[in-house]
Nanobody, 120 residues
Protein backbone atom coordinates (compact mmCIF):
# COMPACT_ATOMS: atom_id res chain seq x y z
CA UNK A 1 0.00 0.00 0.00
CA UNK A 2 1.18 3.46 -0.90
CA UNK A 3 -0.36 6.80 -0.08
CA UNK A 4 0.48 9.94 -2.00
CA UNK A 5 -0.51 13.45 -1.03
CA UNK A 6 0.02 16.49 -3.23
CA UNK A 7 0.39 20.08 -2.18
CA UNK A 8 1.50 23.39 -3.62
CA UNK A 9 -1.11 24.28 -6.20
CA UNK A 10 -2.63 27.70 -6.50
CA UNK A 11 -3.28 30.73 -8.66
CA UNK A 12 -0.40 32.40 -10.47
CA UNK A 13 -0.01 34.88 -13.28
CA UNK A 14 1.40 33.84 -16.62
CA UNK A 15 5.17 33.76 -16.47
CA UNK A 16 5.18 32.90 -12.80
CA UNK A 17 6.33 29.81 -10.95
CA UNK A 18 4.92 27.19 -8.62
CA UNK A 19 6.37 24.13 -6.95
CA UNK A 20 4.24 21.09 -6.34
CA UNK A 21 5.13 18.50 -3.73
CA UNK A 22 4.11 14.86 -3.51
CA UNK A 23 4.75 13.02 -0.29
CA UNK A 24 4.62 9.23 -0.46
CA UNK A 25 4.19 6.90 2.48
CA UNK A 26 3.84 3.17 2.87
CA UNK A 27 5.81 0.69 0.78
CA UNK A 28 8.02 3.38 -0.71
CA UNK A 29 10.90 1.07 -1.60
CA UNK A 30 8.88 -0.82 -4.21
CA UNK A 31 7.92 2.29 -6.13
CA UNK A 32 9.39 1.95 -9.62
CA UNK A 33 8.43 5.41 -10.79
CA UNK A 34 6.71 8.55 -9.64
CA UNK A 35 5.21 11.12 -11.86
CA UNK A 36 2.96 14.10 -12.30
CA UNK A 37 -0.10 14.08 -14.52
CA UNK A 38 -2.61 16.80 -15.22
CA UNK A 39 -6.18 17.00 -16.39
CA UNK A 40 -7.77 20.12 -17.77
CA UNK A 41 -11.56 20.48 -18.06
CA UNK A 42 -12.88 18.43 -20.95
CA UNK A 43 -9.52 16.83 -21.64
CA UNK A 44 -7.91 13.50 -20.86
CA UNK A 45 -5.37 13.11 -18.11
CA UNK A 46 -1.87 13.46 -19.53
CA UNK A 47 1.64 12.79 -18.32
CA UNK A 48 3.58 15.91 -17.41
CA UNK A 49 6.80 14.51 -15.96
CA UNK A 50 8.02 11.25 -14.51
CA UNK A 51 11.07 10.00 -12.68
CA UNK A 52 12.12 6.36 -12.61
CA UNK A 53 13.68 4.80 -9.54
CA UNK A 54 17.12 5.03 -11.19
CA UNK A 55 16.74 8.77 -11.58
CA UNK A 56 15.99 9.08 -15.28
CA UNK A 57 13.28 11.55 -16.21
CA UNK A 58 10.69 11.99 -18.91
CA UNK A 59 8.76 15.14 -19.81
CA UNK A 60 5.85 16.05 -22.02
CA UNK A 61 7.01 18.15 -24.97
CA UNK A 62 4.80 21.01 -23.85
CA UNK A 63 6.70 21.45 -20.57
CA UNK A 64 10.28 20.68 -21.57
CA UNK A 65 12.60 23.45 -20.52
CA UNK A 66 10.01 24.94 -18.16
CA UNK A 67 9.23 22.17 -15.66
CA UNK A 68 11.60 20.03 -13.63
CA UNK A 69 10.87 16.93 -11.57
CA UNK A 70 13.11 16.10 -8.64
CA UNK A 71 13.02 13.99 -5.50
CA UNK A 72 14.21 13.98 -1.93
CA UNK A 73 14.70 10.37 -0.91
CA UNK A 74 15.12 11.28 2.74
CA UNK A 75 11.64 12.82 2.75
CA UNK A 76 10.04 10.34 0.32
CA UNK A 77 8.91 13.37 -1.63
CA UNK A 78 8.83 14.23 -5.30
CA UNK A 79 8.65 17.80 -6.53
CA UNK A 80 7.55 19.48 -9.71
CA UNK A 81 9.09 22.90 -10.23
CA UNK A 82 7.02 24.78 -12.78
CA UNK A 83 8.48 27.92 -14.31
CA UNK A 84 7.32 30.24 -17.08
CA UNK A 85 3.76 29.08 -16.52
CA UNK A 86 1.22 29.57 -19.28
CA UNK A 87 -2.59 29.72 -19.15
CA UNK A 88 -2.67 26.37 -20.94
CA UNK A 89 -0.92 24.81 -17.95
CA UNK A 90 -4.12 25.32 -15.98
CA UNK A 91 -5.33 21.93 -14.78
CA UNK A 92 -5.67 19.66 -11.80
CA UNK A 93 -2.29 18.07 -11.19
CA UNK A 94 -2.11 14.54 -9.86
CA UNK A 95 0.81 12.68 -8.37
CA UNK A 96 1.23 9.05 -9.36
CA UNK A 97 3.25 6.29 -7.77
CA UNK A 98 3.86 3.16 -9.83
CA UNK A 99 4.35 0.35 -7.35
CA UNK A 100 5.49 -3.15 -8.24
CA UNK A 101 6.07 -6.28 -6.23
CA UNK A 102 6.80 -9.83 -7.35
CA UNK A 103 3.76 -11.10 -5.49
CA UNK A 104 1.15 -8.55 -6.51
CA UNK A 105 2.43 -7.17 -9.78
CA UNK A 106 2.18 -3.46 -10.50
CA UNK A 107 -0.37 -0.95 -9.35
CA UNK A 108 -0.78 2.80 -9.72
CA UNK A 109 -1.56 4.95 -6.71
CA UNK A 110 -2.95 8.45 -7.17
CA UNK A 111 -3.19 11.51 -5.01
CA UNK A 112 -6.32 13.61 -4.68
CA UNK A 113 -5.06 16.27 -7.05
CA UNK A 114 -4.12 19.91 -6.63
CA UNK A 115 -5.49 22.76 -8.74
CA UNK A 116 -3.09 24.95 -10.70
CA UNK A 117 -4.60 28.03 -12.32
CA UNK A 118 -2.55 30.35 -14.52
CA UNK A 119 -4.13 33.67 -15.35
CA UNK A 120 -3.27 35.61 -18.49
Amino acid sequence: QVQVVESGGGLVQAGGSLRLSCAASGSFFNINAMGWYRQAPGKQRELVAAMLSGGSTNYADSVKGRFAISRDNAKNTVYLQMNSLKPEDTAVYFCNAHHCTAAAGCRDYWGQGTQVTVSS
